[in-house]
């Protein structure tokens, strides 16, 4: 949850090697096998990270909360299969029938992402100035500029913490299972991928093949069959694309388009999204009601707080299966299957 700190301690000079090496850091360390990385975007590591773009305040944000979840729409969800709607491309991606239990994870850089943020904003700010922005945040720099190519890096670091605290969780998620079922065979993953972030990717513009920057705030890759970024496991099929819902509603796995490359830059949303604000939330719901209603439903939720519960109910969110209808008639995602579930942690 905000602020919590994990099991696992480091020093500062182990975390900026997780900071170069992400996943692969993890793997090297006994969190999970060489198969988790063959299904990681970018295969766990983004190449262009620099842990000397990262602030010491970062650093000691980063340090103690490596391996946790988060807060806010953050979560560890187990889930079964409702149906299918691909089987090929499902059987590929390792889902069988409907009734089979997954698990989805969705948790990202932590605190020390936020601070490489929050850094930037400020360094800009002093830079160019945001008097002509709507809001703060949007303040920018040019990407060849020494601000710009610095905050790449410090960003691209940032990236690999999440992918290594993603992959430290998964590892404990099949210890779990093993504790209790006495095996975690078969708990093999299907995909790690990233949102709101920037890449370097080539699109064709206007006809002509150019090298782009592509930000995808509130949006998830989805890249068809053949893209060289695309893992040589799922290449001829498509990238897997996971869309979340929200704790009492249903999730989706997607696969990417070609459609999507000529239209969105091959993107699509990374989620439901909100209706209303946290805030909103507080004041029309109460945790306690929520977690009831989700009992009815046999689901099953553990939470943080009642406050943190009462933040994420599922009527502060979009309907998942309309925001996937309109990413299937748009081109931008063809889905796989629909999950529901079956317990919810929240940070």
């Known amino acids: 949850?905000?602020?919590?700190?994990?099991?696992?301690?480091?020093?500062?000079?182990?975390?900026?090697?997780?900071?170069?090496?992400?996943?692969?850091?993890?793997?090297?360390?006994?969190?999970?096998?060489?198969?988790?990385?063959?299904?990681?975007?970018?295969?766990?590591?983004?190449?262009?990270?620099?842990?000397?773009?990262?602030?010491?305040?970062?650093?000691?944000?980063?340090?103690?909360?490596?391996?946790?979840?988060?807060?806010?729409?953050?979560?560890?969800?187990?889930?079964?299969?409702?149906?299918?709607?691909?089987?090929?491309?499902?059987?590929?991606?390792?889902?069988?029938?409907?009734?089979?239990?997954?698990?989805?994870?969705?948790?990202?850089?932590?605190?020390?992402?936020?601070?490489?943020?929050?850094?930037?904003?400020?360094?800009?700010?002093?830079?160019?100035?945001?008097?002509?922005?709507?809001?703060?945040?949007?303040?920018?720099?040019?990407?060849?500029?020494?601000?710009?190519?610095?905050?790449?890096?410090?960003?691209?670091?940032?990236?690999?913490?999440?992918?290594?605290?993603r992959q430290m969780i998964l590892h404990w998620v099949r210890e779990s299972f093993k504790k209790v079922f006495g095996s975690s065979e078969g708990m093999t993953q299907i995909y790690d991928v990233c949102h709101n972030l920037a890449k370097f990717e080539t699109h064709t513009i206007d006809g002509e093949k150019k090298k782009v920057c592509v930000h995808r705030k509130g949006a998830t890759r989805s890249f068809g069959p053949g893209r060289e970024e695309i893992p040589d496991v799922y290449r001829k099929i498509g990238q897997p694309v996971i869309i979340p819902g929200s704790m009492g509603t249903a999730s989706y796995l997607l696969v990417g388009t070609k459609k999507a490359e000529e239209v969105s830059f091959g993107s699509t949303a990374h989620g439901a999204g909100r209706v209303a604000s946290r805030s909103q939330a507080l004041r029309e719901l109460r945790g306690e009601d929520v977690a009831r209603h989700l009992m009815e439903k046999n689901i099953e939720i553990k939470g943080a707080s009642w406050k943190g519960i009462a933040e994420e109910a599922p009527e502060m969110y979009k309907d998942i299966d309309e925001v996937v209808r309109v990413s299937k008639e748009a081109g931008l995602g063809l889905p796989v299957a629909r999950l529901v579930p079956l317990g919810v942690m929240k940070g």
């Open 1 to 165: 949850g905000v602020g919590k700190a994990g099991i696992t301690k480091l020093s500062k000079d182990v975390l900026k090697e997780v900071l170069q090496k992400g996943a692969k850091w993890a793997i090297e360390n006994g969190y999970g096998t060489k198969d988790d990385l063959l299904k990681t975007e970018e295969y766990g590591c983004m190449e262009k990270a620099d842990s000397h773009a990262v602030s010491e305040k970062a650093l000691a944000r980063g340090l103690p909360q490596l391996g946790t979840l988060g807060s806010g729409n953050h979560f560890l969800e187990i889930q079964k299969v409702d149906q299918i709607y691909e089987p090929e491309i499902a059987k590929a991606f390792g889902v069988e029938k409907p009734g089979q239990v997954l698990v989805m994870i969705h948790c990202g850089s932590r605190g020390l992402g936020h601070q490489v943020a929050s850094d930037y904003i400020k360094i800009m700010e002093e830079k160019y100035g945001f008097k002509d922005l709507p809001d703060r945040e949007l303040i920018n720099a040019p990407i060849n500029s020494e601000i710009g190519e610095k905050y790449y890096q410090a960003m691209c670091a940032s990236v690999n913490y999440a992918f290594a605290n």
